[in-house]
């Protein structure tokens, strides 16, 4: 299947995508308001510091008027400690706000994903949903705790400087701005690179978690293969293509925090200039060329950090929209509270002309029809792409089928609660997942089971002993993946995980076919014991585990070939006949 490029740059409005990430302060609002007001406050006490020093140099330093230097001085002390309080504050509501959103943003997308159906696996690399939840949704969280409020603090603070220096004197006030328009000018040709250059490290960002993911997960397959060299090379050109797009987002800010700051130096020169002969001819004061000299290096300060901020804003944009589009897929589970229905006893299990295809008109299953009775083992074989691992995937609703239908007790399965539909299932996969928890936690997966009901099963099933070597014993704690188990202890785990849901119907997918030999025979021991009270159905990879089955399947490229027991079969030498001499040549059958 192809996978989903996602370059994470689109024609999505960046001040759509704004208004989207918004959205997420509603529940706050009283932090928001509290931001907001300390924001106004900062805004309201920085610029008045120049105002207080142009009243202290003219009507206090000038006048050599020590008494009154005195009083002005404790006021701009005063005003600089509130200013610093207020600042704390802000500080504190910011990062709580912050942390606040990042947690249900987090909690959103674990959650979307948790609902979206199995086909948007299969095409989107795992490392790229990491990169989802962790560095994109990271990338938010400094928005919501500096950025945006931030942004609010720098806007008010070029107002209220705007105002202070307007009505001191009008005439500098237009000089001072005189510059204005060349830095908004230079600001929109920035906003456009910058957007694209972000979008592009996101983009080269996902390639490289992707590939970290994937080759960490594979480093047993890269070490028996001696594939050293190809994995480094391919980490190598990714990590070179993220480090590139970087290194471009990088270059704008370099041109242009250097215009700025050149833009500001040169007005202040300029103001310096033109204010001398002003002064000289008493058209200003001292104080008031003083005041404005301060007032537009502060004017250039948020201009320089709004441009930061801007910064941290397209990183989030670009990292908004690849969380939006994930939030927008729309292919979903209906995962409803567990709705259990008394009519569905799973006394009957039907595939009904079934046809099924992953993608297009390609037939995975052709006319698949057969029932499984209450009590029933029924096996199904076939050559590998035989389609039968799909009638699994089916029948638990990872994938709906395109034509027919599948019967519970006579009822579509999709008229059943999903969610009650699996809890009647369970399900012993060829490839095991176990958890980072307990052994106990990784049986019960959060169910509240007897820990005695766990107990006895692990008796019938063989686990007992393995447990008993373990210091905790059912409660030891499992490394990832379970690496510190065999293939069999896992797969014995597993057993006991899908046994002790007490399903309605238990279903093996080659579940014996990576364990050895005296672990099958353990496995197929107790299984036999269980199979007597358990309807089941068997994905069979060695047919000597199916002997027992009240009926086998035989299914060839899609289709059902034979059906009947393992001596039937046999004894009809057919497809069945030659798949179990494959496998036991040597015998005499």
Do not use: C
């Not at 994109?136 to 942004?151: K, T």
């Amino acid at each position: 299947m192809a996978i989903i490029k996602d370059t994470g740059y689109s024609d999505i409005s960046g001040r759509i995508l704004f208004f989207r990430l918004l959205k997420f302060l509603k529940p706050y609002k009283l932090l928001v308001i509290s931001a907001i007001v300390f924001n106004i406050l900062l805004a309201s006490l920085s610029p008045l510091r120049p105002y207080l020093s142009q009243i202290a140099v003219d009507k206090y330093i000038l006048k050599k008027d020590f008494n009154g230097l005195i009083y002005i001085a404790i006021i701009i002390f005063a005003t600089i400690v509130i200013n610093s309080f207020l600042q704390y504050l802000l500080s504190i509501v910011t990062q709580l706000l912050g942390q606040k959103i990042i947690l249900n943003i987090r909690k959103l997308i674990f959650n979307h994903l948790q609902k979206i159906r199995i086909p948007y696996f299969d095409k989107t690399p795992v490392g790229r949903l990491v990169t989802r939840v962790t560095n994109d949704v990271e990338s938010l969280n400094e928005l919501f705790s500096a950025g945006i409020i931030q942004i609010f603090s720098d806007i008010f603070l070029l107002l209220w400087i705007l105002a202070f220096m307007f009505y001191m004197d009008i005439k500098l006030t237009l000089i001072s701005i005189s510059i204005l328009p060349i830095i908004i000018f230079a600001s929109f040709l920035f906003k456009k690179k910058a957007r694209e250059s972000f979008s592009n490290v996101r983009y080269h960002l996902g390639r490289l978690n992707s590939y970290t993911q994937e080759h960490f997960s594979g480093i047993l397959v890269i070490k028996s293969f001696n594939k050293y060299k190809d994995a480094i090379t391919g980490f190598k050109n990714i990590n070179a293509d993220h480090t590139k797009a970087n290194i471009d987002s990088i270059f704008y800010y370099a041109v242009f925090y250097p215009f700025v700051e050149f833009l500001g130096s040169l007005l202040i020169t300029i103001f310096i200039w033109y204010s001398f002969f002003s002064l000289l001819q008493s058209q200003i004061t001292l104080g008031t060329l003083f005041a404005f000299v301060q007032f537009i290096e502060m004017f250039f300060r948020p201009i320089r950090e709004l441009s930061e901020k801007y910064n941290i804003l397209q990183t989030a944009i670009a990292s908004s929209e690849r969380i939006f589009k994930l939030l927008d897929y729309n292919d979903l589970e209906n995962i409803n509270s567990l709705q259990q229905d008394e009519n569905i006893k799973f006394r009957t299990i039907e595939f009904k002309n079934v046809w099924f295809a992953y993608e297009n008109d390609n037939w995975i299953l052709k006319n698949v029809s057969f029932k499984i009775n209450n009590g029933e083992i029924v096996a199904i074989v076939g050559h590998t792409g035989a389609g039968k691992s799909t009638i699994i995937n089916l029948l638990l609703r990872y994938y709906d089928i395109q034509k027919g239908d599948i019967l519970i007790d006579g009822k579509s399965i999709y008229d059943i609660n999903l969610n009650f539909l699996r809890s009647q299932i369970s399900l012993v996969l060829q490839d095991v997942q176990l958890f980072n928890t307990t052994i106990y936690d990784n049986i019960t997966l959060g169910k509240n089971i007897d820990k005695n009901d766990i107990l006895t099963l692990s008796k019938e099933i063989g686990l007992t002993d393995i447990i008993q070597n373990f210091d905790n014993r059912l409660f030891e704690p499992i490394e990832e993946k379970g690496n510190t188990l065999s293939l069999g202890q896992k797969q014995l785990i597993t057993f006991v995980r899908a046994l002790a849901n007490k399903p309605k119907l238990l279903i093996l997918d080659e579940a014996t076919s990576n364990i050895d030999t005296n672990t099958e025979i353990t496995i197929q021991n107790a299984l036999n014991k269980l199979f007597i009270k358990q309807t089941s159905l068997v994905i069979a990879h060695r047919l000597s585990t199916i002997k027992n089955a009240t009926k086998i399947i035989v299914l060839h490229k899609g289709e059902i070939k034979e059906t009947g027991t393992h001596s039937e079969l046999l004894q009809a030498k057919g497809l069945y006949y030659k798949l179990y001499k494959l496998q036991y040549e040597n015998n005499n059958i």
